[in-house]
């Protein structure tokens, strides 16, 4: 089971939007040096939905190569069209990834029906450990803890990323399922809640900036230590906040790139933080102990 500190990495772009591999490469060192346990790419954070699936793979095989088996490494094989679904995680088994984070289908709205067997049938088809994904507030779909209690009796199923914030939810989802599959904060701001609740760590925005913190705070809440978990938090608090001034990753990349990690560079329809943020950013930087 994988656990702890998941950090959503971003995918690091030059100001045409190529793909700077050297920065990717400095960016998964910089994780593993600092403690991150596993590294999610080409998940949302990662710019998926603007890599055509040739860079999407090129990015996953890039991120399996470095890592070179320290930590785990998640691809993302989420889509809206079930057919690339099932096409992207069938490649990231190819690629040796060590599981899959599929989000939920975004636009098309799916009924709690359709998303159960969007999941069973990538699940049933791709033998690889695979982690859903719920995020309603990015997607406009909304998977009820009805139909993840229905999925999490499956084999190749092993987790579930529930990025409401909700912990009345978070508790649901426990109680319920979490003798299943793993159950993992995808909301920076809960995390250490939703961990001291029963969570097995937290897929993180944040940890692309403090990887120290993020990781030491889910040691603790998976520990017990609920004290240093929420002062850890609190600590957090403006990164876990002004990180999403607007739409993610775009907070984070001007952030990284504020730090010296990355080149200014993103694809459109995303474009660089707008400049009325950028004290708010930095400020939330030297806050959380990264400046």
């Known amino acids: 089971m994988i656990v702890g500190s998941i950090v959503a990495i971003v995918t690091p772009m030059d100001s045409t939007g190529a793909i700077d591999w050297q920065a990717l490469e400095r960016l998964v060192d910089f994780h593993i040096d600092n403690g991150t346990n596993s590294i999610v790419a080409v998940g949302t ?160 925005v944040t940890a692309n900036v403090a990887p120290r913190k993020m990781s030491e705070l889910c040691a603790a809440a998976l520990r017990g230590d609920a004290e240093t978990a929420r002062r850890i938090s609190a600590e957090l608090e403006a990164l876990n906040t002004d990180l999403f001034i607007e739409a993610n990753p775009i907070p984070v990349k001007w952030a990284l790139q504020e730090m010296g990690m990355i080149q200014p560079g993103q694809r459109l329809p995303l474009t660089q933080l707008d400049p009325q943020y950028h004290d708010i950013v930095r400020e939330a930087l030297r806050k959380g102990g990264v400046l």
Do not use: W
């Open 45 to 204: 954070t990662g710019e998926s939905a603007t890599l055509p699936v040739d860079e999407h793979m090129e990015v996953l095989r890039q991120v399996i190569a470095r890592v070179n088996g320290r930590i785990p490494v998640i691809a993302g094989s989420g889509a809206n069209s079930t057919s690339e679904a099932l096409e992207l995680t069938a490649m990231a088994k190819e690629a040796n990834a060590d599981a899959c984070l599929i989000v939920t289908p975004y636009y098309n709205k799916p009924s709690q029906e359709g998303l159960y067997q969007h999941y069973k049938l990538i699940a049933d088809s791709v033998d690889i450990p695979q982690i859903l994904y719920n995020v309603p507030g990015r997607t406009g779909c909304d998977m009820l803890p009805d139909t993840i209690a229905r999925l999490a009796s499956h084999p190749n199923i092993v987790g579930h990323k529930e990025a409401t914030g909700d912990l009345a939810r978070a508790k649901e989802l426990i109680e319920r399922s979490g003798d299943q599959i793993a159950m993992y904060s995808g909301d920076d701001a809960t995390a250490a809640e939703f961990i001291l609740l029963g969570g097995k760590g937290n897929i993180s």
